[in-house]
Each structure stands twice: as C-alpha cells, then as structure tokens.
C-alpha cells in the first residue's frame, strides 16, 4: 500500500474511532455498536471468528462474533468488520445517512475467517482483508498515539509493546504489529 494510502486508512480509522464513536476504552466498543444501531450476535464455530451481515427487514447491520475467541480476539474481529462496513460499503449510522440508503444490501457481506484455517482465497481477497487487519489496528490503537509512546518509552519495543496491549486491551500480537506498522510509516522521522 503506497503511503497516500496508508495515511488514508489511519485518518479514517482515527475519525472513525474518535468522531463516531467517541471511543476511549476498546471494551467499551460493544456498547458503542449497539448504540449505532449494529446488531451484534454471537456464534460457536472453528473455521470463522466474525461476519457482517445486512438485515434488509430491520435496515442495520449485524455482526456476528465467536463466542469461543478471547474478548481481545473479538475486539479484533469487531473492529475488522467495521473496516468492512464503513470501507467496502460506506455505511454510516443515522441520523448521518438514511438506513433507506442501503435497501441494495440484503445478506452475508462478508465472513472472516481464521488465518490458521487453509481457506483458498485469491489476492485480491487477501489484500483486501489485511487491509481491513490494518483498519482495525488503527482503529483500536491509534496510529499517532501509538507512536508518542514508543517514542516517550525512549524507542523500547517490548515496553511500548506492554503498554499498548494494558491501554487499548489488545493482544500482544497485535500490539507488535501495530507498533511495527508505526515503525515502518513513521520511522523515518525519528
């Protein structure tokens, strides 16, 4: 992804995170959907850990959660799908956009699976979906704050790494992603 691009993505997810939803603590993202109008659901399965549906009946969008994953893994899809949501089909919630605005939608809109599982998806598809990995990082640890710590922690990785899993509630894995995507766009400023 060129870096106009990139930019892109993390301005969106930080809007997204601090305009709409006004999100301080990621445990509150559940909370925070609902309030949108997003249905959440849960379900039991080994191949998928979340999907996003459209309820044409109702005029709002469900995501649905595996109730197996760790509330962190579930933050994680949570804030995938969004990606999807907000990304492949520019959804906003009222008052922001009538729901009338989406009646094209009806369905499953996507379904995510588990990296672990050998699901043959074709490039396109796997770009797409680690663009929404990216979305969702950013989303639950904001780009810009994420580069303060590490710098204020003096550049040490696996104690900005601690940090940021305590504050954002997030995975180890995905903190150390997240702090080397920071690493790899912003690093040539330090």
């Known amino acids: ?14 809007d997204i995170r601090v305009g709409l939803f006004r999100l301080e603590d990621n445990r509150d993202l559940f909370d925070k959907l609902e309030g949108l109008g997003v ?10 850990s979340a999907l996003l549906k459209w309820d044409s009946v109702a005029h709002h ?4 959660v595996n109730d197996q994953d760790s509330e962190k893994r579930q933050l994680f899809s949570l804030a995938h799908e ?5 990304i492949d089909y520019g959804w906003l919630p009222e008052p922001y956009k ?3 605005d989406f009646d094209q939608l009806d369905g ?24 929404m990995d990216d979305f969702a990082r950013n ?8 580069k303060v710590k590490y710098i204020d922690n003096g550049l040490q990785a696996e104690k900005t790494i601690d940090e ?3 504050r954002y509630y997030v995975s180890e894995v995905a903190a150390r992603t997240q702090l080397g995507f920071v690493k790899k766009v912003g690093g040539e400023e330090w």
Not at 1 to 8: I, L, Q, T
Not at 39 to 48: C, P, R, Y
Not at 82 to 86: E, V
């Open 39 to 48: 249905e959440l659901l849960g379900f039991f399965d080994e191949k998928i």
């Open 164 to 166: 940021l899993v305590e």
């Open 1 to 14: 992804m060129d870096n106009k691009k990139m930019h892109a993505l993390v301005t969106l997810a930080n």
């Open 108 to 131: 499953v809109l996507n379904v995510t699976h588990y990296r672990r599982v050998g699901n043959r998806h074709d490039a396109r598809d796997m770009q797409r979906e680690a663009l």
């Open 139 to 146: 989303f639950l640890m904001p780009f810009d704050e994420v």
């Open 98 to 100: 009538a729901q009338n």
């Open 61 to 64: 969008p469900i995501i649905a």
């Open 82 to 86: 969004i990606g999807h949501l907000f």
